[in-house]
């Protein structure tokens, strides 16, 4: 059975860079059927897309986050990366890993979702 | 970015009752339209994909339709287990973005 979990700090300072990884297990993540991403989601409020990639490396961004954004994945680990640099306190989420398929573009599997807080 | 708008933002319901929730796209997304079930700590769970695919494992009281820029999702006869934030999303272009949530919780 296909499982996402996140993994990487709570807690980030102001002006560094948010890095989380997505480890995936029951599946590999170089199959040609998905794409994988990173969602987020502020205390209490809506959800944002941030990004997603391909097995291959490519990846297309949120235009809003792009120039904070990379996203990479490591086939060897069956894992996937998120960073986010230059964090401020509206980056405060749960962000979620989460897997979509290229035929429906719909994230139909996802992690359990990690805090993240931006605070010195 | 195409922006999604829901209503309404909250409902109150009863067991058994059918609920009928909207998704609106400020342009057309086609039928590039996703629901999804949110409980409270938890990761989203998808529902409904491409306007009106029933996900593999969603009960059928499920059900979306729509089009173009108006999108529906129904639950026929609600369940206590369906009281939750709603969501919807559109994947027709980038950025994918979410409608802001409807809450529909017990009256």
């Known amino acids: 059975q296909l499982q996402l979990q996140e993994s990487g700090p709570g807690l980030v300072k102001p002006s560094e860079t948010l890095s989380l990884t997505c480890t995936v297990s029951g599946d590999s993540i170089s199959s040609t059927t998905y794409y994988w991403g990173w969602i987020r989601q502020p205390p209490g409020k809506g959800l944002e897309w941030i990004g997603s990639i391909y097995y291959s490396g490519s990846t297309y961004y949120n235009p809003s986050l792009k120039s904070r954004v990379t996203i990479s994945v490591d086939t060897s680990k069956n894992q996937f990366s998120l960073k986010l640099s230059s964090v401020n306190a509206a980056d405060t989420a749960v962000y979620y890993c989460a897997r979509h398929p290229n035929w429906a573009d719909a994230f139909d599997i996802w992690g359990q979702g990690t805090m993240v807080t931006v605070s010195s | 970015d195409i922006q999604m708008t829901q209503s309404p933002s909250s409902l109150s319901a009863s067991v058994g009752d059918r609920v009928t929730i909207t998704c609106r796209a400020s342009?057309?997304?086609?039928?590039?339209l996703n629901w999804y079930q949110q409980k409270p700590g938890k990761a989203p769970k998808l529902l409904i994909y491409?306007?009106?695919s029933l996900q593999t494992g969603v009960p059928s009281r499920f059900s979306g339709s729509g089009s173009e820029t108006d999108f529906t999702l129904t639950i026929s006869s609600l369940q206590p287990e369906d009281f939750a934030i709603y969501f919807c999303?559109?994947?027709?272009?980038?950025?994918?973005?979410f409608g802001q949530g409807t809450k529909v919780d017990i009256k």
């Open positions: 999303q559109h994947s027709y272009s980038t950025p994918r973005t």
């Open positions: 491409a306007a009106s």
């Open positions: 342009q057309s997304v086609t039928r590039y």
